[in-house]
């Protein structure tokens, strides 16, 4: 298996979005870089339609084996590089620091076909938390249950 973890390695990495993607023939000024800017923000508001993490990047959720195929080696090599070059894209994630490497590669592959908004200007972080342990992503790793504020 680790022969195909390196193939997907190298994809991964591939996956990086290029240099010039923002590229354009001349240099935005300040006031132009700032009506961008703001034209990102209604969009984001907007929840104009947006296509997965797959568009950009080029990966398949389907070319990703399922966790319980992985070592728990393997899944932290997916895990660190895909994070990585979510990151490219000004893409972050948020994981609780005991959230275990099976339940990060799931989370990470959801996020493959999960809309999203590639910004320019700005990032967009994904922390899989909906401010309330009920109904959370995150399940019994959800920071909420330690909230001074929680009480069920």
């Not at 895990?79 to 893409?91: D, H, P, Q």
């Not at 109904?135 to 790793?141: A, R, T, V």
Request: proline letters at 7%; one cysteine or more.
């Amino acid at each position: 298996m680790q022969a195909y973890v390196n193939i997907l390695l190298e994809d991964i990495a591939a996956g990086h979005r290029p240099a010039d993607y923002y590229k354009k023939s001349r240099k935005n000024s300040p006031e132009e870089n700032l009506e961008e800017s703001l034209q990102e923000s209604e969009q984001f508001v907007s929840q104009e339609g947006r296509a997965g993490v797959e568009r950009y990047c080029g990966l398949k959720r389907e070319s990703f084996p399922p966790g319980d195929q992985l070592s728990e080696g393997q899944l932290t090599q997916i895990n660190e590089a895909f994070v990585t070059m979510m990151k490219s894209w000004n893409l972050e994630v948020a994981f609780p620091d005991d959230l275990p490497q099976p339940r990060r590669y799931e989370l990470l592959m959801d996020i493959l076909v999960r809309p999203v908004m590639i910004f320019k200007h700005g990032f967009y972080c994904f922390d899989f938390c909906t401010g309330s342990p009920e109904g959370c992503e995150l399940g019994e790793y959800c920071s909420c249950l330690k909230s001074e504020y929680y009480h069920p």
